[in-house]
């Protein structure tokens, strides 16, 4: 079993800074791939970032450039550093992670809000 936690959301104005942190406790399974999505009201959820167990990312076309995603495995610990915050950016954050030997995001945290005034 994996468990979520996210913190570091809250509202901030275009342009701005927010740092996400991820906690993870595990039970057993080791921590694989994790990654941060997105929703939006009335949008699909959307992949942002992923980073390997190694630390290798990926991004969304959208966030390239003002997002970095890392990860702490010392601590078991996702962070997503969103700089250049825009409206659009607005909407729950939500850290997943993938353990033992499924290559699917099975674990989710509860989810953060992130809203970007203009």
């Known amino acids: 079993q994996v468990q979520l936690v996210e913190s570091g959301g809250g509202l901030v104005q275009a342009g701005g800074s927010l740092r996400l942190s991820c906690a993870a406790s595990?039970?057993?399974?080791?921590?694989?791939?994790m990654a941060w999505y997105r929703q939006a009201p009335g949008k699909q959820r959307e992949l942002v970032a992923s980073a390997t167990k190694g630390g290798r990312a990926n991004y969304a076309d959208f966030v390239k450039g003002r997002f970095t995603i890392s990860r702490d495995n010392t601590k078991n610990t996702l962070y997503l550093q969103m700089n250049s915050l825009k409206p659009e950016d607005t909407a729950v954050y939500y850290c997943a992670a993938q353990a033992g030997p499924r290559a699917t995001y099975d674990y989710w945290g509860q989810g953060t809000q992130v809203t970007v005034s203009s």
């Open positions: 595990r039970s057993g399974f080791v921590i694989n791939a």
